[in-house]
């Protein structure tokens, strides 16, 4: 690909190089957890809980015991933890009710898909048929599924020694919403369901422990392996410099694999108590059951704004379904979208209500966007509710909200700064590809014909780059880390070097990008700087990979540990070019002396020069050229952009098929642009898919109807477009990359563009809003109770058919 | 445990293993042959990360018996490249970042030659998007994938290089 974007001395920062990882995966040496064997190794399948809610009553495992290749059945009791997983947020001033969350539950099960017994044996399919003669007898009770039920007095409870089934009930707010509100010349109110979701990576999760008799080695397909080290060191008692966690190849995340899970604790567990290698590989109707959910939200919004269009405050409440349990960052995620309750625009007030419920549900946590899709999908909702209302231009009435760019960096009525940002700049770039005068022309032909299109936008921004610690952790919104990112950066004495990473990717590019930026820095190329991410043993400290946060925080680590070794290398190279260190300049990879062009050194000379001292180097230079660099950013970062989608709607079936998709973004600086469209691409049809296609779905027993993708319905390239994408770059002044973060940029884009466009469709029908997901079944039934007035009856049934 | 002998030919090379019948192809391929390209995603079929070739025709093998594939001829991403040339789909996804986490990429690029480029040489976009329509990917939104089947058509790349070179 060719290289589009330049940037000062960058070399090779802002070009689109091929993956240096790609090789190893387009030819199947990828190395996954589910690809590693060990001699003697294990298999582990576990048992688990056909019911929502119920009591044990009894537990035989005789017959699986006795099964030819079984080597242990365990239940709770054989295997005692230090506690269960734990919930690592504590929001000060707020009390949370956290339900203990035992890798093997003991007397009572709370949703489907919990684990009761584990099958250890040498053979895989083994194991399975064992695990069928494990027989456990349940006293089924009530199973609670409706959030908001569960908050009403006299439901049944998940938790009866809590009392209520409220989790917890978290507020926020800035400037006056009753002022704002009372001096709106409209005030809109609305209910916005944002329903539960899967994170779907296509590899399953896996877990694989190994013992020596004084560490533990776990494996997993994990995004986070220092952190799971952390927590599971806790769990498990041992200390966490005598556990070691390797997250190798890692076929996606979404967010979905940003946890610990009690898996990865019995794997732990097992293998330390037989002194063998054990291995677990999830199946999906497991991961569907028991790998965590996202979103799933009931939003009562109010928003106020002036005739002309303006904005004036939202308040919205918010009811979040959080299930039986809470993973490590469950009660947490919603909150997390309160920094961008304003989108891009100029509120005068934003007040927030989150209140947790508890159902039989497993956990909701971080699916991609984590809180953010769900803030911005109600905000950007109103958006086009409130052009309708005022019979104006819905792109007109964001840009009349739109926080001008000259007043960045800007702070939110809820004490959050936006550090830049040109919302302007991208929508008219995304207006400017869409012709929108084009569009209704052929709207209204096709309309004439018989054919709905519609258009939808949506204007978003997003807080990504987590970090700052002193905003997330203990001291700040309550979460108990710091979430800085550390680097080593270590040239070898052949020139080559090694980054060491604390971030660690499942499909971002790390290998590439941080290549690049390290590349430059110490005028090397991409080719032979290698990453190294991951692994607990290896490289500093870490805080891996979610909330976009990889580039802004792990990235700009490489860029100060990689600038210290630059600045090493040219005092090495002073020193024996007997020239002033300040007169070293690093240009086209080489270090020279300004002004004298034919005095240099290329890297690899230096480097030689710091493992193996001649005698003219300095004896206070010490040997080695190596730094490690821990970075804690001041702020978050803020990316945004503008996403114009086109969907055309059979009216007659109520599929809906998007035709168009637009998408101009601003991450800052740009690293390396095939990597920020691959993202784009990938996370707006992350989001298309909620829209239209995805839901999980438990019957009013608490049964999950959607347990495997026949049931699931992920998008495949037969239902969508190519994508038409540009980019702004406005930097960021909060690192010196000036890059933000793009992961969940398009997720957080996708959701209300797409339901904006569908019922601009259907707006000569007189559908006015249909809730997520937009199935052909809700499209219709809407339609049905527009045009004959047949009323609908609530909520359409849950549709587990899916989309298409 | 009874077990029953297969003969398959796998990436060229001949192989007789004694297996448990109920052995699913991708195990057999997975954990007896050694091949960890071919990846397990869902168990039920959907997702296509299994694809591998059985005698040219694209079959996934979470959902074949390693006994269905008796005296047939297995091609799995290892042997799609010979000698580290890499088949045109190979450096296609390469150049068009046709992959983010690459779980689903072998299994792509397996259907892509087969059901694919194999029977439809210049395949329209439409036709691309519908001949994967049984592999899901969830990094890429499919948008790079296609980008790539399209430069591989164009770069001519329509058989596995096993077969190119008349081994398979």
């Not at chain 1, 960021?732 to 797409?754: F, Q, Y």
Request: hydrophobic share 40%; glycine share 10%; proline share 6%.
């Amino acid at each position: 690909m060719e290289a589009t974007t330049t940037t000062g001395p960058n070399r090779h920062v802002g070009r689109a190089i091929r993956r240096k990882e790609d090789p190893r995966f387009i030819t199947g040496t990828g190395r996954y957890v589910d690809d590693l064997t060990l001699t003697g190794m294990l298999h582990m399948a576990i048992v688990r809980s056909p019911e929502a809610h119920a009591r044990i009553t009894s537990i035989d495992t005789s017959e699986a015991a006795a099964h030819p290749g079984v080597v242990a059945v365990y239940v709770a009791e054989d295997l005692p933890f230090e506690g269960g997983i734990p919930m690592v947020w504590a929001p000060p001033g707020v009390e949370v009710n956290a339900p203990d969350h035992m890798p093997l539950k003991s007397g009572e099960v709370k949703c489907v898909g919990d684990p009761v017994a584990v099958v250890i044996g040498s053979d895989k399919y083994g194991v399975v048929d064992a695990a069928e003669r494990v027989i456990v007898e349940y006293e089924p009770k009530p199973a609670v599924v409706d959030p908001e039920g569960a908050l009403e007095d006299g439901s049944p409870l998940v938790w009866e020694g809590f009392g209520t089934n409220k989790t917890h009930e978290w507020a926020v707010s800035g400037g006056d919403i009753d002022a704002a509100l009372a001096a709106s010349d409209v005030v809109l109110e609305h209910r916005i369901v944002n329903h539960r979701t899967a994170g779907a990576a296509i590899e399953t999760r896996g877990a694989f422990a190994e013992w020596n008799g004084h560490t533990i080695t776990l494996t997993s397909s994990t995004q986070i392996p220092h952190i799971t080290r952390f927590i599971l060191s806790g769990v498990l008692g041992i200390a966490e410099d005598r556990l070691r966690v390797i997250a190798p190849d890692v076929g996606g995340g979404f967010g979905s694999k940003l946890n610990t899970y009690g898996e990865e604790a019995l794997v732990c567990a097992v293998a330390r108590k037989l002194g063998r290698p054990v291995k677990w590989i999830e199946t999906r109707t497991e991961n569907m059951a028991y790998t965590h959910h996202g979103r799933d939200q009931i939003a009562y919004v109010t928003m106020g704004a002036r005739s002309d269009g303006r904005v004036t405050g939202v308040r919205a409440r918010l009811i979040c379904d959080l299930g039986a349990y809470f993973q490590i960052l469950t009660a947490f995620i919603p909150e997390l979208g309160f920094p961008v309750a304003g989108g891009c625009y100029a509120f005068d007030a934003i007040d927030l209500n989150f209140t947790g419920a508890f159902t039989n549900k497993f956990a909701t946590d971080a699916i991609r966007g984590a809180g953010r899709p769900e803030m911005t999908h109600w905000v950007e909702v109103m958006m086009d509710r409130l052009a309708r209302e005022l019979d104006l231009d819905p792109a007109e009435v964001r840009r009349r909200s739109f926080i001008p760019k000259e007043k960045f960096p800007y702070e939110t009525p809820l004490g959050i700064v936006y550090d830049s940002g040109d919302y302007e700049g991208t929508l008219d770039k995304m207006l400017a590809m869409l012709d929108v005068e084009g569009f209704r022309r052929e709207q209204a032909e096709l309309r004439a014909e018989g054919t709905y299109r519609g258009l939808g936008y949506s204007t978003y921004t997003e807080v990504c780059g987590l970090a700052p610690s002193r905003a997330v952790g203990p001291q700040g919104v309550g979460l108990q880390a710091a979430f800085y990112e550390s680097a080593t950066v270590r040239v070898h004495p052949t020139g080559s070097a090694t980054v060491y990473s604390g971030a660690s990717p499942h499909g971002q590019g790390h290998d590439t990008t941080f290549a690049q930026i390290a590349a430059d820095r110490l005028g090397l190329d991409p080719e032979v700087v290698d990453v190294i991410h991951g692994d607990t043993n290896t490289g500093p400290f870490g805080k891996n990979t979610y909330g976009s946060r990889s580039l802004a925080v792990g990235g700009e680590a490489i860029a100060i540990a990689a600038e210290r070794v630059q600045e090493k290398a040219k005092r090495i190279c002073a020193a024996l070019l007997e020239a002033a260190p300040d007169d070293i300049e690093l240009a086209d990879g080489t270090f020279r002396v300004l002004g004298q062009p034919d005095k240099s050194m290329a890297m690899a000379e230096i480097a030689g020069a710091a493992y193996i001292p001649p005698q003219e180097l300095p004896t206070e230079i010490e040997p080695g050229l190596e730094e490690t660099a821990f970075y804690d950013p001041e702020n978050f970062v803020f990316p945004f952009g503008a996403h114009a989608c086109v969907v055309e709607v059979d009216a007659d079936t109520g599929k809906v098929r998007v035709v168009r998709w637009i998408a101009v973004d601003d991450c800052g600086r740009a690293v390396n642009p095939a990597l920020i469209d691959g993202q784009v691409h990938g996370g707006v049809v992350h989001g298309i898919g909620q829209a239209l296609y995805e839901q999980v779905v438990y019957d009013a027993d608490g049964q999950l109807v959607t347990g495997s993708f026949v049931d699931y319905a992920l998008p495949t390239a037969a239902e969508l477009p190519s994508f038409e994408t540009d980019r702004q770059e406005t930097p960021s002044p909060v690192n010196s990359l000036g890059v933000k973060g793009v992961g969940e940029a398009g997720t957080i884009a996708a959701s209300p563009a797409v339901l904006n466009a569908v019922v601009d469709a259907l707006r000569p029908l007189g559908v006015d809003y249909i809730d997520m997901p937009l199935t052909p079944m809700r499209v219709w039934q809407a339609i049905e109770a527009s045009t004959r007035g047949v009323a609908p009856a609530g909520d359409p049934p849950p549709d587990s058919e899916g989309g298409r | 445990m009874s077990t029953v002998n297969v003969r398959v030919s796998v990436n060229g090379e001949a192989r007789e293993d004694a297996i448990e019948p109920r052995l699913l192809l991708i195990h057999y391929l997975r954990d007896v042959v050694g091949l960890t390209g071919s990846h397990v995603g869902c168990d039920t079929s959907n997702c296509g990360a299994c694809t591998v070739l059985l005698d040219g025709e694209s079959a996934k093998s979470c959902t074949v018996l390693a006994v269905q594939a008796d005296g047939a001829e297995v091609t799995t991403i290892e042997g799609m490249s010979t000698d580290g040339d890499l088949h045109p789909l190979q450096e296609a996804f390469w150049s068009e970042h046709g992959l983010q986490c690459g779980y689903c990429t072998p299994g792509m690029i397996l259907m892509a030659a087969a059901d694919l480029l194999a029977r439809n040489p210049d395949p329209t976009e439409d036709e691309i998007r519908h001949g994967l329509e049984g592999n899901l990917c969830r990094c890429t939104g499919y948008h790079n994938i296609v980008k790539a089947v399209q430069k591989a058509a164009a770069d001519g790349g329509a058989r596995p290089a096993a077969e190119r070179e008349g081994v398979a």
